[in-house]
């Protein structure tokens, strides 16, 4: 059964609640009551049952809390490493970007610079490697409006770009995959598009980058629900409205990687990939064409 959109998410999901559910088994074991450990924490009772019941995340504090409230110790460093896992698994764009949009530029560079096959799967965006300065500023100008943060525009574009010198690096490895509907849909001015269809044109040139479009017509064994990021076979990146998620198990990785396959199967490239971007070049400059008269 393929995934649906909230796969990355009810993957966070599932591992709070085996957290909040080893919580819960050494409270019983110390014989406490979810009203007698509160008590004993000087917290509400709902915050116990949260907590084991995954509804909210713990900190620090509270593990070595619950630790000592429960003579646990034994289980202090397994359950640090497993909160500490679901922070890196999830990181929210407001935390994420308080350094402002640039910040964020200059921490993907530095991952770019420890990976080297990098494979994407793009449904609704151009790959921001992929991006012409022009669509890059159309992308962030919309994250600062929805997300409010950052105003770092124009610093945050040229990080962009200086990033993308990593195409040019003849020891990594690139494979794109783009659904139509990406290159159509209407996320930034006609002729700002334009421009980033010519880019993808001649992008798609470069020895160690494969360039796949899925054309509409094509029937697809797995429906494009979200896009996503492979990094190696060590990292998988999914983008939603409130967070990126980073998900590294290997069943998640596996997972990603047949679906990643499955798409790449089904994309054309080279002479036919080109044709399909010359066909909405064409479509689009025939819009604007009319819509001058």
Not at 24 to 47: N, V, Y
Request: glycine share 6%.
């Amino acid at each position: 059964m393929p995934p649906n959109r909230t796969s990355g998410v009810s993957s966070l999901h599932e591992a709070r609640l085996a957290l909040g559910k080893r919580l819960r088994e050494l409270r019983r074991h110390a014989e406490l009551s979810g009203r007698q450990l509160a008590e004993s924490l000087a917290w509400p009772p709902s915050k116990v049952s949260k907590l084991e019941n995954g509804r909210q995340a713990p900190t620090d504090d509270d593990i070595k809390a619950w630790i000592r409230a429960t003579d646990s110790h034994d289980e202090m460093e397994g359950l640090l490493a497993s909160l500490h896992m679901l922070t890196v698994q999830h990181i929210e764009w407001q935390r994420q970007l308080r350094g402002g949009l640039r910040s964020h530029q200059t921490e993907l560079a530095a991952l770019d610079a420890k990976t080297r096959l990098f494979r994407a799967l793009e449904c609704t965006f151009i790959p921001g490697l992929l991006q012409t300065a022009e669509y890059a500023r159309a992308r962030f100008s919309q994250s600062v409006k929805v997300l409010k943060v950052g105003t770092d525009v124009d610093e945050a574009v040229q990080a962009r770009i200086r990033r993308q010198e990593i195409l040019y690096r003849t020891d990594k490895r690139f494979h794109f995959v783009l659904t139509e509907a990406a290159l159509r849909y209407r996320l930034c001015p006609p002729e700002v598009m334009l421009g980033q269809l010519d880019r993808l044109i001649a992008l798609s040139a470069l020895p160690n980058v494969k360039f796949g479009i899925i054309g509409f017509e094509t029937p697809y064994a797995v429906a494009p629900t979200h896009g996503f990021w492979l990094l190696d076979d060590e990292r998988v990146m999914v983008e939603i409205f409130s967070a990126e998620l980073n998900l590294a198990q290997p069943q998640e990785i596996e997972l990603y990687r047949a679906i990643f396959e499955s798409m790449a199967t089904a994309a054309s490239y080279g002479r036919q990939a080109r044709e399909i971007i010359k066909r909405i070049i064409e479509d689009l400059s025939a819009e604007m064409g009319s819509g001058s008269e």
